[in-house]
Structures are given as structure tokens and as C-alpha cells.
């Protein structure tokens, strides 16, 4: 039988500044992740210096919380062990695991590196148990599924692997959806180098599901035209929206949830804490058995996209 875990599940804040890593600790976090320049399909939005990054790590320690660190790159050949040692030179920090979501780049820092924890990102676009059993036997330690799967879908999934069982609970839920955006494929803006690598710093960002290039310039959150020899054919906006799940917290807790995820590196402190506090509160509210109410984090306008 698959070991189901007891504890209650981690509260996983984002972190794209070290204000914003400080308000996240302060807003009752159990965990932080962030990224280090050049690591992110984000491209330059929300990503740390090295220096930064020993920070975050021993303001985090203070707290006696842990930091987690998303590699979201897709390494061509001759960068591949550069940033396979920079990983293991990022570990040595006391950094508690790393997100990837290029599965080469997973299965070789599991080799290299077989005490570090390993999440498959939400860009590798997992979905079901049949998913999970793949990324676990490719050496990940948790993968991450996006809010749109229910807890009867993960209490599914719940039966069928032993790995840590993540869920982004709070997202915004892209145009087609989160981790299977085809866009960043056709529009690869500003790949912004891998620090002291080899090659010609144009590397690939992006997902496996992404088609495994292209920078994340969100330009589906961008108004569109369509027009044909003068004549406009239509115009708006592609649809997304913040999708908040916290009214759910107790039954993806019944369901085993291992870790609840909140996206938003690119927020501001302030914004990082009202997020974090909202799913804090919740999570406490849930564990106590009370009811969770549903009213969402308020967050700028423009990330959460109301009206769309």
C-alpha cells in the first residue's frame, strides 16, 4: 500500500525578492521558494542573486523555515554539467530542494545529487497517478499539480505513488493552462543568460509542455486585434483568471496533500504577504476543523485579472 503522510502539509510561499522572502516568513509561510538569475522561464521577473539568495537562506533559517530554489531552465548539452555543479554548489547553502521541470536535468541532479530533494515543476505538466508514477520513476521526490485537479483527483492520485504530492492551490489560470502554454514557443524574448556558463547564453527557459523553449513574456495577458486588409475581425482578450481553491483546504487535506503551493514571484511584499496570510489563516482554520472561507487574497488588479 502506498505510505500516506500524516503531517500537516506545508505551506509553500513564493519569493522574488528578499522583501518579498520576508513577508512571506512574516505571513506564517513553512517554506519559500524562489529563483536565481538566469534559472527561470520568467525570464528577469522575480529571481535572486547569489547573494541574495545566502540571504533569503539564513533570514529563513532564522525562522526556522526552508528555502527551495526553481531551476526552470532546459540546459543545452554544453551547459549541462555547469549547471548540474552550480546546482550541487547551490545545495551545499543548505538549500532544501530544487524545482525542475526538464526531465533530463531532473533524472541527473537525482544521480548526482541523491540526498536532494527533487519536485517536478508544474510545467511538466502532470495530471493524473499515471503521471506522478512516470516523474517518480524518473528520481523526482514530489510533483506539482495545478488547482484545476480537485482533492478527488488528487485523493486519486493519493492512492497510486509514495511520492510527495504538491498542488498549486492558488494560481492564475493561464489560457490554456498553467504548465501547458504553448505561447512562450512562438515568442522566445530576452533569454536571459546562465551566469558564468559555457556557450552562447541563449538558452532554452521554458517546459516540457511549452515545447521546450520560449521566455514566459505573459502575452496572453495582453489585449489582441485581429484584423485582415484593413477590416478588424475581432479583438479582446484571452481568458484567465486568479483561481483560489481555499474554501477547498479541508478536502485536499483528507485527500493527502503533502504541500499547498501559492504562485506569484513576480508580487510585491506587500501583495506576497496578504496571499500568504489568507492560505495561512485557512490552513490553520482547516487543521482545526473549522470552516474555511472562501473570499479570495487581495491582490492587484492586474495579477488576478479580475474582469476577464
Given at each position: ?25 512574516a ?71 530544487v ?35 512516470f ?23 493519493r ?20 504548465g ?50 484593413g ?28 504541500v ?10 506587500e501583495a ?27 491582490l ?9
Open positions: 500500500m502506498p505510505m500516506v503522510t500524516l503531517s500537516p502539509p506545508i505551506l509553500l510561499a513564493p519569493a522574488g525578492s528578499p522583501e518579498a522572502a520576508a513577508a512571506a516568513l505571513a506564517g509561510a513553512d517554506a519559500i521558494y524562489v529563483g536565481l538569475k538566469g534559472w527561470s522561464r520568467g525570464g528577469g521577473r522575480g529571481e535572486l542573486t547569489a547573494e541574495e539568495l545566502r540571504g533569503v537562506l539564513a533570514e529563513a533559517a532564522r525562522h526556522r523555515r526552508t528555502v527551495q530554489v526553481a531551476c526552470n531552465t532546459i540546459p543545452k548539452p554544453a551547459e549541462r554539467a555547469f549547471l548540474i555543479e552550480r546546482v550541487a554548489e547551490v545545495a551545499a547553502w543548505g538549500v532544501a530542494g524545482i525542475v521541470n526538464d526531465l533530463g536535468l531532473l533524472s541527473a541532479i537525482r544521480r548526482r545529487l541523491p540526498a536532494l530533494p527533487v519536485t517536478a515543476s508544474i510545467g511538466c505538466g502532470a495530471l493524473s497517478w499515471a503521471d506522478a508514477a516523474y517518480e520513476a524518473a528520481g523526482a521526490t514530489c510533483v506539482v499539480f495545478p488547482a484545476v485537479l480537485g482533492p478527488e483527483e488528487v485523493a486519486v492520485v492512492r497510486h505513488t509514495r511520492l510527495q504530492i504538491e498542488v498549486m492551490i492558488h494560481m492564475v489560470e493561464e489560457f490554456i493552462l498553467l501547458r502554454c504553448l505561447m512562450p514557443s512562438y515568442l522566445r524574448l530576452q533569454p536571459r543568460p546562465l551566469p558564468d556558463a559555457p556557450g552562447d547564453g541563449q538558452r532554452l527557459l521554458g517546459s516540457v509542455k511549452r515545447g521546450g523553449a520560449g521566455v514566459c513574456s505573459r502575452v496572453c495577458q495582453q489585449p489582441w486585434r485581429l484584423e485582415k486588409e477590416e478588424v475581425w475581432g479583438d479582446g482578450i484571452f481568458p484567465s483568471r486568479q483561481f483560489s481553491r481555499v474554501a477547498d483546504l479541508p478536502a485536499y487535506l483528507a485527500a493527502g496533500v503533502d499547498l503551493k501559492l504562485q506569484g514571484r513576480s508580487l510585491p511584499a506576497v504577504y496578504a496571499l500568504t496570510r489568507r492560505y495561512r489563516e485557512g490552513l490553520d482554520a482547516a487543521l482545526r476543523g473549522d470552516p474555511v472561507a472562501a473570499a479570495p487574497a487581495p492587484p488588479a492586474h495579477w488576478t485579472a479580475v474582469g476577464r
